[in-house]
T-cell receptor, first 115, second 110 residues
Framework: GAVVSQHPSWVICKSGTSVKIECRSLDFQATTMFWYRQFPKQSLMLMAT?????????EQGVEKDKFLINHASLTLSTLTVTSAHPEDSSFYIC???????????FGPGTRLTVL | TQLLEQSPQFLSIQEGENLTVYCNSSSVFSSLQWYRQEPGEGPVLLVT?????EVKKLKRLTFQFGDARKDSSLHITAAQPGDTGLYLC??????????FGTGTRLKVLA
């Protein structure tokens, strides 16, 4: 089956620093990847859609300058949380859509804690 | 804003009991998926339903898509402790950008 990995699986950083999270499709190519945020005991909220070779599209209320997304290849998308603050602490999950476009495969998530 | 409301929010039952989780919206979806998520992990796809009125079975799990494609249900027969987790429905309004439901947290006690 299709496998999506995320790195790191968890990260702790100081307030004001930037953190980069990688999302990789290991055995398939993904023209589209999605980034979600999940707060404790809540559902997934779509943050942005990452398209290979073009700018990401952000959902309403998500600051594009704070959450930088780069989708430089068909197997890698990165999310950089810039100038992180404690309220950015969350579980960040990516998903990748196969070329057939009919199913998305989720990564294991990255837990970010900002002190 | 399209919303997917799940009910109940929380459910704690004894092993062997049956349960149904509902996923409701006022919007029409071209397809709807159900996921199960365990703590600290990403969601795992259980099923995708596409046709109004469609029923799919996965062992002890039965999924139904409403005739109008606005709602869905997940029924678990003879629940087991291994069924414990967060169940999420997610609807595609036709853009391939799935909207996730509010979630149902299930705990099955041995």
């Amino acid at each position: 089956g299709a496998v999506v990995s995320q790195h790191p699986s968890w990260v702790i950083c100081k307030s004001g620093t930037s953190v980069k999270i990688e999302c990789r499709s290991l055995d398939f190519q993904a023209t589209t990847m999605f980034w979600y945020r999940q707060f404790p005991k809540q559902s997934l909220m779509l943050m942005a859609t990452s398209n290979e070779g073009s700018k990401a599209t952000y959902e309403q209320g998500v600051e594009k300058d704070k959450f930088l997304i780069n989708h430089a290849s068909l197997t890698l998308s990165t999310l950089t949380v810039t100038s992180a603050h404690p309220e950015d602490s969350s579980f960040y999950i990516c998903s990748a859509m196969g070329l057939a476009g009919d199913e998305q495969f989720f990564g294991p998530g990255t837990r970010l804690t900002v002190l | 804003t399209q919303l997917l409301e799940q009910s109940p929010q929380f459910l704690s039952i004894q092993e062997g009991e049956n349960l149904t989780v509902y996923c409701n919206s006022s919007s029409v979806f071209s397809s709807l998926q159900w996921y199960r998520q365990e703590p600290g992990e990403g969601p795992v796809l259980l099923v995708t339903v596409v046709t109004g009125g469609e029923v799919k079975k996965l062992k002890r799990l039965t999924f139904q898509f409403g005739d109008a494609r606005k709602d869905s249900s997940l029924h678990i027969t003879a629940a087991q402790p291994g069924d414990t987790g967060l169940y999420l429905c997610a609807g595609d309004p036709g853009t391939y950008k799935y909207i996730f439901g509010t979630g149902t947290r299930l705990k099955v006690l041995a």
